[in-house]
């Protein structure tokens, strides 16, 4: 994903407040969006802005996605819950293949050098 890219905006809710719809996918790039969005958040910023990630930090953030989880869940119809839920699983796939790539990429630039 490219840093600085230009971030479409369509309603997006943050918290309890209405926003701007964002898009899930760059439109130029074909790359999902929801990566740029999470790190803007002000808990992630909090979290990351000493450096290091700790277990109550951890617990905050299962909290607040469990809670979201729960809110959302009840509006969503079988077959729209069957595809979030899917495209959920995929999204966590995804987010844990690219880290396990990156610490591959980190290992092997590190013994090259």
């Given at each position: 994903?490219?840093?600085g890219?230009?971030?479409?905006e369509?309603?997006?809710?943050?918290?309890?407040h209405?926003?701007?719809?964002k898009s899930?996918?760059?439109?130029?790039?074909n790359?999902?969006?929801?990566?740029?969005?999470?790190?803007?958040?002000?808990?992630f910023?909090?979290?990351?802005?000493?450096g290091?990630?700790t277990?109550?930090?951890?617990?905050?953030?299962?909290?607040?996605?469990?809670?979201?989880?729960?809110?959302?869940?009840?509006h969503?119809?079988?077959?729209?819950?069957?595809?979030?839920?899917?495209?959920?699983?995929?999204?966590?796939?995804?987010n844990?293949?690219?880290?396990?790539?990156?610490?591959?990429?980190s290992?092997?630039?590190?013994?090259?050098?």
């Open positions: 994903m490219s840093e890219r230009q971030i479409t369509t309603h997006f809710f943050q918290g309890a209405l926003m701007t719809r899930w996918v760059d439109p130029e790039t790359e999902p969006l929801i990566d740029d969005y999470a790190k803007k958040m002000v808990t910023m909090q979290a990351f802005a000493d290091v990630i277990e109550s930090e951890i617990s905050d953030q299962e909290a607040r996605l469990v809670d979201l989880m729960r809110e959302v869940e009840t969503l119809d079988d077959a729209t819950h069957a595809k979030v839920t899917r495209m959920m699983c995929e999204m966590t796939a995804f844990i293949m690219q880290f396990v790539y990156e610490m591959q990429m290992r092997a630039t590190a013994f090259r050098g």
